[in-house]
């Protein structure tokens, strides 16, 4: 059973700064990508940064520059360093990671429960 628990989120003010972590657990082979995604109410799952294994990453237009995805392999963690947070970066923000629990089978999706950052004006 694999298991993806987000932490960290919370409320600040604007041009604050928070940061989110998401550890993978479980029977794990490899990890060979993770990702942050955030969700308002009534708009659909918005892809916010990602992370492959040996360390490259790739940033949505709207939070490059103040947004930082690191991980920690040997932890099967990832973290979401936000800066200069905005009221628009409201959201629940979510992990999700192709893991592979064997040798035999290719990597599946999975999602964590999501940690609600609150950007107050």
């Known amino acids: 059973q694999v298991q993806l628990v987000e932490s960290g989120g919370g409320q600040v003010q604007t041009g604050g700064s928070l940061r989110l972590s998401c550890a993978a657990s479980?029977?794990?082979?490899?990890?060979?990508?993770m990702r942050w995604y955030r969700q308002t109410p009534g708009k659909e799952r918005e892809w916010v940064a990602k992370?492959?294994?040996?360390?490259?990453?790739e940033y949505a237009d709207s939070v490059m520059g103040r947004f930082t995805i690191s991980r920690d392999n040997p932890k099967n963690t990832i973290y979401l360093q936000m800066n200069s947070l905005k009221p628009e970066d409201t959201a629940v923000y979510y992990c999700?990671?192709?893991?592979?629990?064997?040798?035999?089978?290719?990597?599946?999706?999975?999602w964590g429960q999501g940690t609600q950052v609150t950007i107050s004006a």
């Open positions: 999700n990671a192709n893991i592979q629990t064997n040798y035999w089978t290719s990597p599946r999706e999975y």
């Open positions: 992370i492959f294994s040996g360390g490259d990453t």
């Open positions: 479980g029977n794990i082979v490899s990890i060979p990508a």
